[in-house]
Nanobody, 120 residues
């Protein structure tokens, strides 16, 4: 079994900052890519940013220059530093990871989500 646990969400005013964290634990051999997705009410879940084990980063155009994804592989943790937040960033943010488990399964796992609300 694998668990992803997010933290760091909350309420912030427009222009403010938040830092999200996600820790993966369980029967893990290797974590390939980790990332963040978000889903606002009435919208589909969308990519925010991903980072591979080799450090290759993919960002959504809507967050470039404002959000920074990073990873501590030794801690099985991925971070999302969010600066210059806008009301349209309001959403539930989900952690995502592609993991090879000790059972030999190569699967994608999701966290439970953390709410980010940006007030205008």
């Amino acid at each position: 079994q694998v668990q992803l646990v997010e933290s760091g969400g909350g309420l912030v005013q427009a222009g403010g900052s938040l830092r999200l964290s996600c820790v993966a634990s369980g029967s893990i051999i290797t974590i390939y890519a980790m990332g963040w997705y978000r889903q606002a009410p009435g919208n589909q879940r969308e990519l925010v940013a991903t980072i591979t084990g080799g450090g290759w980063i993919n960002n959504a155009d809507s967050v470039k220059g404002r959000f920074t994804i990073s990873r501590d592989s030794a801690k099985n943790t991925v971070y999302l530093q969010m600066n210059s937040l806008k009301p349209e960033d309001t959403a539930v943010y989900y952690c995502n990871a592609r993991i090879l488990t000790t059972y030999g399964y190569n699967n994608t796992y999701w966290g439970q989500g953390t709410q980010v609300t940006v007030s205008s």
